[in-house]
Antibody, heavy 119, light 111 residues
Framework: QVQLQESGPGLVKPSETLSLTCAVS????????WSWIRQPPGGGLEWIGY???????NYNPSLKSRATISVDTSKSQFSLTLSSVTAADTAMYYC?????????????WGQGTLVAVSS | QSVLTQPPSVSGAPGQRVTISCTGS?????????VHWYQQLPGTAPKLLIF???NRPSGVPDRFSASKSGASASLAITGLQAEDEADYYC???????????FGGGTKLTVL
């Protein structure tokens, strides 16, 4: 059973960079796409972007200029950095495996990590 | 504003059948992309409920089913149980955004 676990600071100051890591266990990180999704308090889900294990990436156009996703296959983990954060970036951040056999969907999710942007 | 439109809330009594709609456009559901559904129980992460329009992952009861027609899709829950009280999200792919897109979510209340 694939398991994902997010980690990172729970508090980030405005204008600084948010950095999160997702550890993958119970399965290989290779030959799959891996994604970040966020959910503001009381709000809906927003896809941030994905990375293929080889390093190819794609991002939500609304975040593209600020989001960067990287992968470290040797550590079986992938990471998200989001620059120039504001209060609007306060959210629960989830990592997930993106299954793309036909049309993409998220079949395994982490438990999420809450990030607050505040001075 | 979410790319996919869902009703904010639905409700039903135990044992009843409820449906949740998900309306898209010609760049996502209407373009033929599959619709997937997620269940988010209070205080937990979303869980895949239906994939590829109407396929259930192992462990999901057959009380849950889904369908798609044109640019819309719907999730049906029969034999409603108290444990079904949760938020439900639809998701598809949008070729104009080159992005996975979600509905705004529907809160199901079991009366």
């Amino acid at each position: 059973q694939v398991q994902l676990q997010e980690s990172g600071p729970g508090l980030v100051k405005p204008s600084e960079t948010l950095s999160l890591t997702c550890a993958v266990s119970g399965g290989s990180i290779r030959r799959y796409f891996w994604s970040w999704i966020r959910q503001p308090p009381g709000g809906g889900l927003e896809w941030i972007g994905y990375i293929y294990y080889s390093g190819n990436t794609n991002y939500n156009p609304s975040l593209k200029s600020r989001a960067t996703i990287s992968v470290d296959t040797s550590k079986s983990q992938f990471s998200l950095t989001l620059s120039s954060v504001t209060a609007a970036d306060t959210a629960m951040y989830y990592c997930a495996r993106l299954n793309w056999n036909d049309d993409p969907y998220f079949d395994y999710w982490g438990q999420g990590t809450l990030v607050a942007v505040s001075s | 504003q979410s790319v996919l439109t869902q009703p904010p809330s639905v409700s039903g009594a135990p044992g009843q059948r409820v449906t949740i709609s998900c309306t898209g456009s010609s760049s996502n559901i209407g373009a033929g992309y599959d619709v997937h559904w997620y269940q988010q129980l209070p205080g937990t992460a979303p869980k895949l409920l239906i994939f590829g329009n109407n396929n259930r992952p192992s462990g999901v009861p057959d009380r849950f089913s889904a369908s798609k027609s044109g640019a819309s899709a719907s999730l049906a829950i029969t034999g409603l149980q108290a444990e079904d009280e949760a938020d439900y999200y639809c998701q598809s792919y949008d070729n104009s955004l080159s992005a996975s897109v979600f509905g705004g979510g529907t809160k199901l209340t079991v009366l």
